[in-house]
């Protein structure tokens, strides 16, 4: 993830670092994947675990952010380095809101569970966004490990998929609840569950930002897509 | 070699006593005896002019690197030939390094055909060379990813601990990590199943097997899933048995409503004669001899008692209305295979279309002998259909696309996975085409060589 430096031991640093955030992102994945199977299954057990994964995800955020600030006192780092760690404190950030967002899933598929109205719901058709936004998530992470540019920015193209699904799956839900009054509760803890979902994908997507952000030095955040493939194009075209 | 360098040396000294000698002589001829002395020390120092020449020629092509650009032996003396021997050295080496670099090539080669996935990693756990099924089952790009850290592409934390762990005495299964470009909405039906195992070799150096376990796992699914099935489809009747068998035994009842139990518990036991018939037919059929080749028999004699037996099932569940059967043969022919199988075949393609075909629904029952030789034997019935996404699983033991109506009208759930066995054996193919609310399409396609039509067999 990172290039040579003089200093080797600082090379190491970075990698292990880089290691760790990978490793979180790892565990994060496979939090999502299990909050889904939860969804589709309707299994509070799996709810269970993916609720306990969180308190070791939160573990993890807390000390890659205590090395990251070892590190930035150490070698007060600069250009590219500085761009790196920067990112990967946010990177962090986002992991742990991701991994928020999939203990939030699991708490409402136990909600949704209790509430006894699981089956009559069409819980089942979260099941092509949730897929989505897990997939878009090792996306970001693989083009991340790879500092990959250009999978950055279909990523980015492909958050708008999530979106409409999430758009398409709230329009249902209302219609279950004019129906039938009863289901409102349920129907409710649906629509957070697809927010979450819907959240995660956004969380790929600001990774997808950051790896941006660290190869070629431009803030993508909050700029129009023309924008970004113009920069990355630009500076394509220079180097 | 060593009468060569004594050659050599004395050629050297030779030529060395030959120009001091020469310069000599020149110089005793131009000035005299004085010059004598002198002269031979100008030949001298110019054989060693031209001696440091030649040795300075071969420094410069080695210092350069460049094996063509050593002087020929042709060029004299002992540097030519020290050039020579060395571009001989150079040339065997060379020689090695091709074969040892074809051997490498070829065991890379080998390794790359290998069913398993391997992944070479080195002390950092950083991909040093992966051949192409690792590549696919972990979603690696063979060139791009080399030399990035294996546990930052493969994520899995089951792996990620393995891999840290430094001990890889059993291996760990993970789902395989999603290829990151496959197409949006890819749904993961049937994730990818990897064992993954490391082994240690020289020092810290790792080498990662990947192994496809997904068919071994879902085969493991289905025998649990068939002994689970089983045991639920007996238990069922005997439940009812066993309820009946105590009501007899601990009521006073009468004679009427005796018989009409009695009747009800000889339904059930006749139930589960019939799953247990299915299901010593399957053994039969999974482990017992391939079907004969030369036997044949008439298609009509397999025809006419299905027919009989079709009907009377046909007026045994709707009474009295029946359904519209039609049986039709285009062409007279003769089919090779084992007589009881292929009836068994036949006739569980037509119950279930009586079973699921509501009263009064057409079944078109065709037996024709294809342009190409194949035969085919086609059921059709006007029932409910199948929905598509139940057609793939039908033939699977147990499978049932809507539970409660399939057990009423008692069939066993083994039906399609006999007709399934039966037609591989005879290698034939089973085709199913449905439409909801439209009807059904089942058809048994016979291989040619299995197919022999009247028209050829009156001839004989």
């Known amino acids: ?239 | 070699m060593g009468a060569w360098m004594m050659a050599a040396m004395s050629f050297r000294i030779v030529t060395f006593l030959m120009a001091c000698a020469a310069s000599a002589g020149i110089a005793w001829g131009l000035w005299g005896l004085q010059g004598l002395g002198p002269g031979a020390w100008l030949g001298a120092l110019l054989w060693f002019a031209l001696d440091a020449r030649g040795a300075h020629r071969l420094l410069a092509a080695l210092r350069g690197g460049n094996a063509a650009a050593l002087p020929t032996r042709e060029s004299g003396g002992l540097w030519g030939e020290l050039a020579q021997r060395v571009r001989k050295l150079l040339r065997e080496r060379d020689k090695q390094v091709h074969q040892a670099e074809d051997r490498l090539q070829e065991f890379l080669t080998a390794i790359q055909n290998s069913p398993n996935g391997v992944v070479l990693i080195d002390e950092q756990s950083r991909i040093e060379w992966c051949n192409q099924t690792a590549a696919q089952h972990l979603g690696i790009d063979v060139h791009r990813d080399l030399l990035v850290h294996l546990s930052n592409l493969v994520r899995h934390p089951d792996f990620v601990t393995y891999l840290a762990s430094w001990n890889y005495s059993r291996d760990v299964v993970i789902d395989a990590p999603t290829p990151p470009n496959r197409s949006p909405g890819g749904l993961r039906a049937h994730p990818l199943r990897l064992s993954m195992q490391v082994h240690a070799y020289a020092g810290n150096r790792r080498m990662l097997l990947t192994r496809d376990v997904t068919a071994r796992e879902q085969a493991e699914a289905m025998r649990r899933d068939f002994v689970a099935n089983v045991s639920h489809e007996i238990r069922t009747p005997l439940t009812v048995l066993v309820g009946f068998v105590e009501t007899l035994q601990n009521l006073p009842l009468g004679e009427p409503e005796r018989a009409r139990y009695l009747q009800l518990m000889s339904q059930q036991a006749q139930r589960m004669e019939m799953l247990v018939n299915d299901l010593l037919m399957l053994s039969r059929l999974e482990g017992g001899a391939p079907p004969p080749v030369n036997q044949w028999t008439p298609v009509r004699a397999l025809l006419t008692p299905m027919e009989d037996e079709a009907r009377a099932l046909s007026e045994r569940l709707v009474p009295g209305q029946g359904h519209h059967l039609t049986v039709t043969m285009e062409d007279d022919a003769e089919i090779a295979g084992a007589v009881d199988e292929l009836q068994s075949a036949m006739s569980n393609l037509l119950s279930n279309a009586i079973r699921y075909t509501p009263g009064g629904g057409k079944i078109t029952v065709c037996w024709r002998v294809l342009p190409d030789g194949q035969g085919e034997f086609s059921v059709r019935d006007s029932g409910p259909g199948i929905a598509a996404e139940h057609i793939p699983r039908l033939t699977e033991r147990f499978y049932r696309v809507d539970r409660s109506r399939s057990r009423e009208s008692g069939g066993t759930g083994l039906g399609l996975a006999i007709v399934k066995h039966v037609a591989q054996r005879h290698g034939a193919q089973l085709h199913i085409h449905s439409t909801v609310g439209q009807g059904s399409c089942f058809s048994l396609l016979l291989p040619a060589a299995r197919v022999q039509s009247a028209a050829v067999f009156s001839k004989l």
Do not use: C, W
Not at chain 1, 77 to 92: E, N
Not at chain 1, 98 to 112: L, Q, T, Y
Not at chain 1, 160 to 180: N, Q
Not at chain 1, 183 to 188: D, F, G, H, R, V
């Open chain 1, 1 to 239: 993830m990172s290039e040579k430096h003089l200093s080797s031991q600082f090379d190491s640093e970075l990698n292990a670092i880089s290691s760790r955030v990978m490793e979180m992102g790892g565990i994060v994945e496979a939090q999502i994947d299990h909050a889904i199977d939860a969804l589709a299954d309707l299994d509070t057990q799996i709810a269970d675990q993916v609720m306990e994964t969180e308190l070791r995800v939160n573990a993890m955020e807390v000390e890659i952010d205590r090395e990251l600030l070892s590190i930035i006192a150490r070698r007060q780092p600069a250009a590219r380095d500085l761009r790196l760690l920067m990112a990967i404190s946010k990177a962090t950030a986002n992991l742990e809101r991701a991994g928020d967002e999939a203990h939030k899933m699991a708490r409402m598929v136990k909600s949704i569970v209790n509430g006894g109205m699981a089956r009559t719901l069409p819980g089942n058709e979260l099941r092509v966004a949730a897929d989505l936004a897990s997939a878009l998530l090792r996306k970001a992470l693989h083009a991340l490990a790879r500092l990959d540019t250009n999978a950055a920015l279909s990523i980015l193209k492909e958050d708008d998929l999530i979106d409409s699904e999430f758009d398409g799956f709230v329009r249902k839900l209302v219609t279950y609840m004019m129906e039938d009054p009863r289901t409102i509760s349920a129907s409710l803890d649906l629509v957070f569950l697809a927010k979450a979902i819907e959240r995660i994908g956004d969380h790929a997507k600001n990774i997808a930002e950051l790896i941006i952000y660290i190869v070629k030095g431009a803030d993508v955040r909050h700029t129009s897509m023309q924008d970004i493939e113009f920069t990355l194009q630009r500076d394509e075209s220079v180097s």
